[in-house]
């Protein structure tokens, strides 16, 4: 069967601790979507392959490619640059891919104001929202952090949270396996959009 429809872009949010990386992969592995391949200013690390694992750019190329708009969304992060490329979501989209963007809220903001006909129909976003003290506990049993380190993701959480409303679907956590269920049923139903009919 030729599948006529666009696929789903579906960014995802949450805080550090809301488990939104492992949801995205174990999506991914049962190949229920796909991610792009970001750009970065960043060295490859061992094992890891140019156009495989990222886009590696010089900081020169990131900067031409910001001049030329070809970025869909860009962030600065612990001195690297990251970005995703416009045309490779289209491309993948219009063969009718599910793609999934794990971004923070900054992000996500530069997605939603994208005017691109493509990427605004097939646009959906999911905050992932972890209550406080959950949060906390999931936090606190991660026995390598500090307690400063978790007070700061705590307030980041905060801020984060506070961002939420900006977001068409929230997934308040509870455990990994109805995490999973409620986003890949988020999944099927998006996939049912009438905007992605062509
Ligand atoms: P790493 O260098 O460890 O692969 O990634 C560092 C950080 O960059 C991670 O928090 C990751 O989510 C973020 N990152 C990777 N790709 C992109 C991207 O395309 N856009 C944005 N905004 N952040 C990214």
């Given at each position: 069967m030729i599948n006529t429809n666009y696929g789903t872009l579906l960014v995802v949010s949450g805080p550090s601790g809301s488990g939104k990386t492992t949801l995205c992969r174990r999506a991914m592995e049962a190949d229920l979507c796909r991610y792009s391949i970001s750009c970065t200013t960043r060295a490859p690390r061992e094992g890891e392959q140019n156009d495989v694992d990222y886009h590696f750019l010089t900081h020169d190329e990131f900067s031409a490619k910001i001049a030329n708009g070809e970025f869909l969304e860009y962030a600065e992060v612990h001195g690297n640059r990251y970005g995703t490329l416009k045309a490779d979501i289209i491309q993948l989209l219009e063969q009718g891919i599910t793609v999934v963007m794990d971004i923070d809220v900054q992000g996500a903001d530069q997605v939603r104001a994208c005017v691109d006909e493509v990427i605004g129909r097939c646009y959906s976003d999911l905050y992932i929202h972890v209550p406080q003290d959950e949060l906390k506990a999931r936090l606190s049993g991660?026995?390598?952090?500090?307690d400063e380190v978790i007070a700061l993701r705590l307030r980041n959480a905060a801020d984060e949270d506070a961002?939420?409303?900006?977001?068409?679907f929230c997934l308040v956590s509870q455990d990994r396996e109805h995490d999973y269920d409620a986003f890949t049923a988020l999944l099927k139903a998006l996939s049912m959009r009438i905007s992605l009919m062509r």
């Open positions: 991660r026995a390598t952090d500090a961002c939420m409303p900006r977001y068409q």
